[in-house]
Nanobody, 123 residues
């Protein structure tokens, strides 16, 4: 039974920081973070490939967000710095992109398993 459990969401001030965590059950090679803000479609945030340690980011978060693996807890963390109001969203993690290319381009249609999400509010 595949499970992804997100945590760490909450409220932050503009310019503040939060750290999200996604605990992933079972073996996996690709894990990614996505988000859906109010009135917006879901978009990719960051993705990680365990094989090479490669990480990809959406342009909107480059330089502010960092995805890093927590091998002890089988998790992928997302450190979010210099938060902006437009970062307000429900954040989801997903695993098992069908191709590496889809993972690298944050193609959400290629991910098979999703968590329930954690809310981030920046004001």
């Amino acid at each position: 039974h595949v499970q992804l459990v997100e945590s760490g969401g909450g409220s932050a001030q503009i310019g503040g920081s939060l750290r999200l965590s996604c605990v992933v059950s079972g073996d996996h090679r690709m894990v990614a973070w996505f988000r859906q803000g109010p009135g917006r479609t879901r978009e990719g945030v960051a993705a990680f490939y365990t094989g090479s340690g490669s990480t990809w980011y959406a342009d909107s978060v480059k330089g502010r967000f960092t995805a890093s693996p927590d091998n002890t807890n089988n998790a992928l963390n997302l450190r979010m710095n210099n938060l902006k109001p437009e970062d307000t969203a429900m954040y989801y993690c997903a695993r098992d992109s069908r191709t590496l290319a889809a993972c690298a381009t944050l193609d959400q249609t290629a991910f098979d398993y999703w968590g329930q999400g954690t809310q981030v509010t920046v004001s």
